[in-house]
């Protein structure tokens, strides 16, 4: 098992900026690809961004220019950068890896931390 803790929600104005981090923990083999999604109430989970080990990026429309992703030197952790929030980015997000063991796969998710953005 492998086990994903998020942090760094919280309440933030229009314009403003938050750093979500993930840590990896636990029966780890190959972590790759590690990625955000996020929930709004009434929604379905929409993807966020993601990145691979080897450093390539995709990102949703509606946050490309404005959120970043990043793996941290430790590679089983993994951060999103988040400038210019606006309302509608208001969610649960959630931190989403694929732990690899030889050819087979298990995907996990974290709990989720709440992102608010409201003056």
């Known amino acids: 098992q492998v086990q994903l803790v998020e942090s760094g929600g919280g309440l933030v104005q229009p314009g403003g900026s938050l750093r979500l981090s993930c840590a990896a923990s636990?029966?780890?083999?190959?972590?790759?690809?590690m990625g955000w999604y996020r929930q709004a109430p009434g929604k379905q989970r929409e993807f966020v961004a993601t990145?691979?080990?080897?450093?390539?990026?995709d990102y949703a429309d509606s946050v490309k220019g404005r959120f970043t992703i990043s793996r941290g030197n430790a590679k089983n952790t993994v951060y999103l950068q988040m400038n210019d929030l606006k309302p509608e980015d208001t969610a649960v997000y959630y931190c989403?890896?694929?732990?690899?063991?030889?050819?087979?796969?298990?995907?996990?998710w974290g709990q989720g931390t709440q992102v608010t953005v409201s003056s």
């Open positions: 989403k890896a694929r732990n690899w063991r030889g050819v087979r796969y298990d995907d996990y």
């Open positions: 636990g029966s780890i083999g190959s972590i790759n690809p």
């Open positions: 990145t691979t080990s080897s450093g390539s990026t």
